[in-house]
């Protein structure tokens, strides 16, 4: 099986790796790159629990093929706690007990941070429509609402000129 | 054992929100799921699985896929131990080990689409999944069947020539897709339907269903040449992994190790094996280490899900609303195998209710669907569904408020269940009260609204746990537990450890071990963890503090008696002596002084886990053009004992009230006339997500504790499934204004009923 070269940009490190013409990003990412943060729930793009930032893009990464990464900037779970200060949205989400097995909790996250990047001040309603393609089992979401609409408060709090 | 409200000692820990101890794994990607391990020299497993719903295997060809180059085991059931057999502990019920044998390999007939026939380990994914379109396999299809009624039909296929229903006397002559019969009962029923001023009565359909936990099963197991071997996979207890492959494999079971991954939801669906064996099974054909991870569409074929029911509901009751008697007959799918859950549906049925006259009828059915495995209160919602419907209406019948006749027959401690234990510590009266007493259900419904009101019941279990505590020599602690954290129970085990010890909560660290690391222990299931496992923390913790009382008597040359044990600090009381306080910190750093390592390990059979009682209340609203129901407020109230971390609580009370929420509008499983299954795919088989839910408010009802457990603990994960299928069935119908009996209450169901 012939497998290319792909080069691309994941947390803000450049990598090189080989993949597959028909390998998926989040294989690529798992079994490559080692990144088994990002979740495999069902592989057809109906879970949510393998969310990945590409170019500022939220995608299902079990949805784009490995060599459609090439020269791509891509952020995972793996990156989103900053020199390992929790972000935001992990600070709530463990304060919130917005978890429970935490399976599709990677993903909740890079969706979310992809919603607060668009939306600073995203409504109740919009928080659920922007989640709506990330499944979690445990929660029934309550919580996790909460954690996302509270983070997104923090993060307005911390952009605020003093 | 000390009494659960503590004698009113003012608790530091337990009742706290603190952040659980593997949170900041799993919001960073670093907890290892089922998925996540990786092994040198690795191979990839793959299944090769029946397209038929019924056949009879004629032959398995393997000899083209063995000369694919990456190929290096194929694994049939030729490879199990056939003499397997047995039972095994297996979360709330005992496993036929044959059945499980040949549910993960078939063994002469595929009984459902999906269903495991071979398997394959080769060098790369891609090659796997060629070598499993090489595996030749002849069939001769049999006719099959699918619903539950039509599997008890005389004239229906039968799945198993040796399946003769048990619970029948004389033994029948015929083999029969009914397992067995299950029949309970007391007082006299026909007097009391005489006797009865109204009645009601129903026939009522649920669909099966499918846990739906994200992570789909995984493992990797790895034989080594001495036979020692190790299997890393999701489950719900490594132990159960154990025994189950020991037994298919026929090996000893200090031969295998089991280390549990992070588990990525089960909700009872992972208290068995579907690869374990047959990835061991591989790896000892190559001496290579094997990993097996299914596909989304395999984990709707061939695991779980739980019964499908139909059950017929009759209620006889005074004119005042006093229910006297009652009458239900159920039957359930069990899937291929014998085993649905609805002996669990019979006991808990009326379980909420103080009903004198009682006569339930159960019926175990096999038909070619997966076999079923538990789900949450396993055999309770459909149960609750149909009995919780049939109240309500009788309370329209009656023009009664549905809590008030609720309360009217509700159990009380003192009154017997139907399967003769007496009840107690129960707060189901105080639970009603608090819902009725709600902000929610004294705003009145909204315009175009209706609500729904419903009860629901589940046993908890304790049984056989071990846990360790561990005094580091900086006076820290570690917690060993013995089960696989589902929903955050690290954070209660820590809890209660700190609790005990007199400790902050940042000073204890919470594992979830191997078994080679710790004692035996039942699965994570049957909400018995935070009560059995945690009592045997609290036990470890208790025997820990007398141990460090003694070491201080023996620093300070003191009668222990004079050891008081405070907030993490030993303080003398003899005042003949003056000596400083010591801290666990100072004891645990001269422990090599006192006696050597500081630890206890804890193994025990808990016993007097305190059923729970759930009542939760509904409001919703219907789309008159499409039929789609929307939940606009919902609140579930439960009788907890004492919440040791309340926000996980009010956690299961949410996700609880969620599935429940989708099992009865949107999830079924659908089958075509083939026998095949429609919709094995997230997108088909409609789960609820963000945007079809409101906010889920919760009342934990803290009335009771249950004083067999040192801090009050019931067990809290499966009550809040109960309620929500009649809690929403009954808004439904208030609105279609007639009774909706079959669930989904799907889109199309709904409009068809309105149009009717």
């Known amino acids: ?162 | 054992m000390s009494d659960g409200n503590q004698g009113g000692v003012k608790l530091k820990v337990v009742g706290q929100r603190p952040v659980r101890p593997d949170g900041v794994d799993k919001v960073t990607g670093r907890a290892q799921f089922g998925a996540d391990f990786h092994l040198p020299g690795m191979l990839t497993g793959r299944i090769k699985r029946s397209p038929h719903a019924h056949a009879r295997i004629v032959s398995i060809d393997t000899s083209a896929a063995e000369k694919l180059a990456g190929v290096k085991a194929i694994v049939t059931s030729a490879d199990f131990d056939a003499g397997a057999a047995g039972e095994v502990e297996a979360g709330e019920s005992h496993a036929a080990m044959k059945e499980v044998a040949a549910n993960c390999l078939a063994h002469g007939k595929v009984l459902y689409q999906g269903h495991a026939v071979a398997a394959v380990a080769a060098t790369q994914p891609e090659i796997a999944a060629e070598a499993l379109d090489l595996i030749e396999i002849i069939y001769e299809v049999l006719p099959h069947v699918i619903d539950v009624e039509a599997a008890m039909a005389p004239d229906s296929p039968v799945l198993h020539d040796d399946m003769f229903t048990k619970g029948v006397t004389p033994k029948p002559g015929k083999a029969s897709n009914v397992a067995a019969r299950h029949v309970m009962g007391r007082g006299d029923v026909a007097a009391a339907f005489k006797a009865a001023e109204v009645t009601v009565e129903g026939r009522y359909e649920t669909a099966a269903v499918h846990q739906g936990y994200i992570e789909p099963h995984a493992c990797v197991a790895s034989w080594g040449a001495d036979g020692q071997s190790t299997i890393w996979c999701s489950s719900q207890g490594q132990f159960l992994v154990r025994a189950m492959v020991a037994k298919i494999l026929n090996m000893p079971l200090s031969d295998i190790k089991v280390i549990p991954a992070e588990i990525g939801g089960g909700f009872g669906g992972k208290t068995t094996v579907y690869l374990e064996p047959v990835a061991l099974a591989l790896s000892r054909k190559c001496g290579r280490p094997v990993k097996i991870v299914m596909s989304r569409e395999e984990v709707f074929l061939a695991s779980g899900p739980t019964s499908g029911a139909v059950m017929d509901v009759r209620l006889a009751a005074t004119k005042t609303g006093k229910i006297i008697g009652a009458e239900m007959t159920l039957k359930y799918q069990a899937g291929a195998f014998q085993g649905s859950p609805v002996n669990l549906g019979c006991m808990t049925a009326f379980a909420c209710y103080d009903v004198e006259a009682l006569a339930l009828v159960g019926y175990d059915v096999v038909s070619n669907r997966p076999k079923v495995a538990a789900y949450r209160a396993p055999g309770a919602p459909m149960a609750a569904f149909a009995v919780e419907s049939a109240i309500d209406d009788l309370a329209l019948k009656l023009g009664m408020d549905p809590i008030d006749l609720r309360l009217l027959n509700a159990v009380r401690d003192g009154a017997k269940t139907v399967y003769g234990a007496t009840v107690r510590y129960s707060a189901l009266v105080e639970t009603l009260e608090a819902i009725k007493a709600s902000p929610h259900y004294r705003t009145p419904v909204g315009n175009g609204q209706a609500r729904g009101v419903a009860a629901g019941f589940w046993f908890n279990v304790g049984g056989e746990s071990s846990a360790a505590v561990h005094v580091d020599e900086d006076g820290g602690v570690t917690v060993v537990s013995s089960n696989p954290d589902i929903g955050g129970s690290r954070a209660s085990m820590a809890m209660m450890a700190a609790e005990t010890l007199g400790l902050p909560i940042e000073r204890v660290r919470c594992t979830v071990a191997d078994t080679t690391s710790i004692g035996y222990s039942g699965s994570t299931g049957g909400s018995r963890v935070t009560f059995a496992t945690g009592m045997a923390v609290v036990e470890a913790a208790q025997k820990v503090v007398a141990d460090l009382k003694r070491r201080a008597a023996q620093t300070w040359e003191c009668d222990v008696g004079h050891v008081d044990w405070k907030d993490g600090v030993a303080t003398c009381t003899d005042p003949s002596k003056d000596v400083k306080p010591l801290s666990m910190k100072a004891i645990a750093g001269k422990s090599a002084k006192t006696g050597g390592p500081i630890a206890a390990e804890i193994s025990l059979n808990a016993q007097g886990a305190a059923a729970g009682y759930g009542v939760h209340v509904c409001d919703l609203e219907i789309d008159a053009e499409t039929g789609r129901t929307t939940v606009v407020r919902y609140t579930a109230a439960q009788d907890v004992g004492r919440a040791i971390h309340p926000a996980y609580v009010e956690g299961q009370l949410q996700g609880g009230a969620a599935q429940g929420i989708g099992w009865a509008l949107n999830e079924e499983y659908v089958y075509g006339k083939s026998g095949l299954l429609e919709n094995p795919s997230f997108l088909d088989y409609r789960m609820p997500v963000a945007s079809d839910l409101p906010m889920i408010d919760t009342i934990l009802i803290e009335t009771k504790p249950n004083p067999r457990h040192p801090y009050g603990a019931k067990g809290v994960g499966e009550v809040p499934i109960v309620p929500p299928l009649a809690a929403v069935g009954n808004a439904v119908s208030r609105i279609v204004g007639k009774r909706m009996r079959s669930l989904p209450m799907s889109p199309a169901k709904v409009l068809a009923e309105m149009s009717k």
């Open chain 1, 1 to 162: 099986m012939s497998r290319m070269v792909v080069n691309a940009t994941v947390n803000g490190e450049p990598v090189e790796f080989l993949a597959g013409g028909g390998q998926s990003l989040l294989d690529a990412l798992r079994d490559e790159l080692r990144l088994t943060g990002s979740k495999e729930g069902c592989g057809t793009g109906d879970c949510g629990a393998c969310s990945v930032i590409v170019d500022g893009r939220l995608v299902c990464a079990c949805l784009m093929l490995a060599p459609e990464a090439e020269g791509a900037r891509i952020e995972t779970i793996e990156g989103l706690a900053d020199n390992g200060h929790l972000h935001p949205l992990q600070h709530q989400c463990i304060e919130q007990a917005a978890l429970q097995c935490g399976f599709c909790t990677p993903g909740l996250l890079m969706a979310s941070k992809a919603l607060l990047e668009r939306n600073p001040d995203p409504t109740e309603t919009e928080v659920r429509y922007w989640l709506a393609g990330n499944m979690c089992r445990c929660t029934g979401y309550d919580k996790v609402v909460r954690a996302v609409m509270d983070a997104a408060a923090d993060l307005r709090q911390a952009e605020k000129p003093r």
